[in-house]
């Protein structure tokens, strides 16, 4: 699983060093799987394979954790470690536990499996939209107009929007930004239209359009789809 600056945010963690021969690397973490941590460090290190080495990680309160782990493999700019069962002290391990169950949600909703939720009036209060209407941005910020959000997927959305600006009928890629509540947040999401339909009224041309999201999907946006698909499926 990757991890974003968001999923570390929302854990907590600060930030991770590596110590070696009484230097400190600063890395973060860029991927996980209950096994092996990819750490990417902003320093360039050499480590031997099935070297041992410790790695304090701190959260943002404070705390720090150390342990020791064993270098699987490394480059120029990562390193790939393995952290024992023994060494997994109380915070670390909730941490670990945390990723794991993010790992488990995001393979169990992901692309083979990949369900698409109605949002539109009668789900956007329950996705915690603060309105129907949210913000499509084409060319940056040059141009910005209301848009609505039609359904919704872990790496999908669909939305409905005026387009009566020639700008928005020949976009391939434009932002989309919305707002939550409960508790307030604010993404911004990076879409590519895959398909797009016109819908014509008496004075207004919209346009429905389906598109992809592209990486890095903001967490929050993930873990929103995932609870109104686990709510759906308890109703």
């Known amino acids: 699983m990757n ?32 096994e092996i941590w990819t750490l990417s460090m902003l320093q360039r290190h050499d480590f031997m394979q099935n070297e041992q ?8 309160d404070g705390e720090s954790e150390e342990f020791l782990a064993t270098v699987i493999e490394s480059g120029e700019d990562f390193c790939d470690i393995k952290i024992s069962g023994s060494e997994k002290k109380a915070r670390t391990a909730a941490f670990i536990s945390a990723l794991e169950n993010l790992d488990e949600k995001y393979t169990k909703y992901g692309r083979r499996k990949e369900k698409r939720i109605e949002i539109g009036k009668r789900n956007s209060a329950r996705f915690g939209l603060s309105s129907p209407e949210q913000t499509v941005f084409v060319n940056g910020i040059k141009m910005q107009q209301p848009c609505a959000v039609v359904d919704a997927s872990i790496h999908g959305i669909c939305i409905i929007t005026p387009c009566s600006d020639q700008r928005m009928k020949d976009c391939d890629s434009f932002n989309v930004m919305l707002n939550f509540v409960s508790p307030e947040q604010t993404i911004v999401l990076k879409c590519h239209k895959v398909h797009s339909q016109l819908k014509k009224t008496e004075s207004k041309v919209y346009a429905r359009i389906s598109c992809q999201l592209l990486e890095p999907i903001h967490f929050v946006w993930k873990e929103r789809v995932i609870k109104l698909l686990e709510s759906e499926k308890n109703l």
């Open 3 to 34: 991890v974003t600056k968001e999923i570390l945010e929302w854990l907590k963690v600060s930030s991770i060093v590596i110590r070696k021969d009484g230097a400190d690397i600063m890395s973060f973490l860029a991927m996980f799987t209950s």
């Open 53 to 60: 080495i410790s790695v304090q990680i701190n959260f943002s």
